[in-house]
């Protein structure tokens, strides 16, 4: 069957791959003479003390026995005085309401947050003192739970 059709590159294309085949099989055989089979020991890794990898066993005179017992586990406890406020306080810079939608500005950041008419306990207008919290919004952080503050609440 002829190639009369085969380009230059196809041409390449199709000695590499030969080539490579050749290399495979002369690999194989070279294995195969060699006994180029390794053993399971071969393959094992060992960790030291200083966690490098050797591949040399650990020796078994620094080993040192650790009594069980002497292990503290503990599970740190939340205390409510070092707990985040996620309640904000925040002044509204910009409301449209015939979109439903503007910004805050937190006062404790001074960080400008969007926020949603469907997000909103109480009817809001601009410069309005409202408190709130952060949450994942579509494009970013959010403000939910919008209320008008009232000195009373803190």
Known sequence: MGRSQETSSKKEVRIRKEKKRKDKAQKRAKNKIEGGKSSFEDMIAYVDEFGKITSTPPDPSKKKA??????ELTITK???ENAPDFVRKGVVTFYNESKGYGFIRDTGSNQSIFMHGSNMLDQVKERDIVIFEIGKGPKGPSAIKVKLFKEEQK
């Open 66 to 71: 650790v009594d069980a017992e002497s292990i």
């Open 78 to 80: 939340n205390k409510p």
